[in-house]
């Protein structure tokens, strides 16, 4: 009886040891599967903003004609053959249970030469085409326009782009410490003295400055015309951002004190959506931006509009006491051109204030702030019917943006009251936008009103 129930006992145990791993490796099995299921799921919607399989441009295109044939050609094939070979292996290595000796070691197999050979050379064939194939990418992709055309400086700042658009062509840099020598315009080209373009002590300046009262500069959103190439020429106030509008072109690093080109082209009108892909702080996440392509006459009547200065509202209204309230709270770092809230600094007569109080080196131009389809870095939809998330916009409406859609009148005060509780920020060290809970509620509804007669 007692080793009756010993050989039960020592049975229940083994029967335990053997099921327990078994049930264990079903459920891991099982929630693998929902994972990849879930995964693959995920992978199948369509008309995202951010994806690179649906190009809208040429420069898009060719990232894609660079990628599919690395992916299947040479990516799905080496895995083929890894798996399969791998399997295949196995299989003819294998050994029956009743075969099975523990002494008995594996053949070692020692200087294979054929082997090492095919697989040193294998991989360098494909490394070779890759590269070549990649290298005449990149030629067509650094294809810039001729001088004179349309160009534009984006500048990554903490957390929000600006887009300076150069009016009277006289390009982006001036003769900052007045030596007689401009970087970038003076005819050196890039074998100048120092192997660089002119005066590099003039580098610094259009971080800080708009160069010419008649110089655009946006927020948020790159206009751009539909079916023309623009060259986008880069760089960074504060930290290292990177550029990406998957729908018109790859990747491009925005670096403090560099200066780098890329270009960006629609084929069609449309809201194509982009985002900062380098980690640069707190609200990296957040850092979001639009292009948006209009028709020849459209982008040329929104250029002309962005020209003009904004309107002044008649005294005693609510717009124009929000426009004071302006004066005193923003002007230490935004700017609105209007003929007189432009230059702040009289004596110096610059655009910009002269020592704006951020690490960014400035903020958002806000002139035609009701233009825009987003504010805050392009996280927040500046009209009620439109998601800055996706392509939802209507371009054909752009122009009349006030009169075809709601103001988002609730989001942009609890913006203006407290900004870091709605976006991230180290405003005491600062970085982002400040809050203003001394603002009383009719100031802040002023405000609002005026914010909105920016067209």
């Known amino acids: 009886m007692t080793n009756n ?7 229940s145990s083994m029967r335990q040891t053997i099921l327990t791993p078994m049930i264990a490796s079903r459920r891991s099995l099982r929630i693998a599967v929902f994972v990849v299921f879930g995964l693959a799921l995920s992978a199948c919607s369509e008309d995202k903003p951010l994806n690179t399989f649906e190009p809208r441009g040429p420069r898009a295109q060719s990232v894609l004609d660079i990628m599919w044939p690395v992916i299947w050609g040479i990516i799905f094939v080496v895995f083929l053959i890894v798996c399969v070979g791998g399997v295949a292996l196995a299989w003819k290595n294998r050994v029956k249970p009743e075969d099975f000796d523990p002494d008995d070691l594996p053949e070692q197999v020692h200087g294979w030469f054929k082997g090492e050979i095919a697989w040193t050379v294998a991989p360098a064939i494909i490394l070779a085409f890759v ?13 810039k326009n001729e001088p004179a055309e349309l160009d534009v400086m984006v500048i990554g700042r903490q957390w929000w782009w600006e887009y300076r658009y150069d009016v009277d062509g006289d390009g982006f840099f001036v003769d900052a410490d007045g030596d007689g020598e401009i970087w970038g315009v003076d005819g050196l080209g890039a074998d100048g ?23 655009v500069s946006t927020a948020g959103e ?31 690093d925005a670096v403090p004190g560099r200066y780098t080109t890329w270009s960006v082209e629609a084929d069609a009108p449309g809201k194509y959506t982009g985002w900062c892909t380098e980690f640069c702080g707190l609200s990296h996440a957040r850092m979001r931006m639009s ?77 035609h702030f009701a ?5 805050a870095g392009a996280i927040y939809a500046q009209y009620r019917d439109i998601n800055p998330d996706d392509d939802a916009l209507d371009v054909s409406t752009y122009l009349d943006l006030p009169g075809n859609y ?50």
């Open 131 to 143: 590269g070549v194939y990649t290298i005449i990418g990149i030629w067509d992709l650094e294809t």
């Open 5 to 11: 129930t010993a050989d039960s006992t020592w049975h």
């Open 371 to 375: 233009t825009r389809t987003s504010f």
């Open 291 to 367: 292009a948006i392509a209009l028709s020849a006459d459209d982008y040329q009547a929104w250029f002309e509009n962005q020209q003009a200065p904004a309107a002044v509202p008649a005294e005693g209204t609510p717009e124009f006491a929000g426009r004071e309230t302006f004066k005193n709270l923003c002007m230490s770092c935004h700017i609105i051109k209007d003929g007189d809230l432009e230059y702040n600094d009289t004596e110096a007569g610059d655009p910009w204030p002269t020592s704006v109080p951020l690490i960014a080196k400035g903020a958002p131009d806000l002139t």
């Open 222 to 252: 790159l206009v751009i015309p539909a079916g023309v190439q623009v060259d986008l020429y880069m760089t960074s106030a504060d930290v290292i951002h990177s550029y990406w509008i998957p729908r018109l072109n790859g990747k491009r």
């Open 406 to 455: 709601r103001w988002n009148e609730a989001e942009l005060r609890r913006w203006i009251k407290n900004a870091p509780d709605r976006k991230d920020a180290n405003y005491e060290n600062q970085q982002g936008m400040l809050p203003f809970p001394q603002l009383q509620e009719e100031e802040l509804d002023n405000l609002v009103a005026y914010l909105a007669t920016l067209d």
């Open 193 to 215: 003295p120092g192997g660089i373009d002119g005066d590099s002590d003039d580098i610094e300046w259009p971080l800080e400055y708009i160069l010419d009262p008649d110089d």
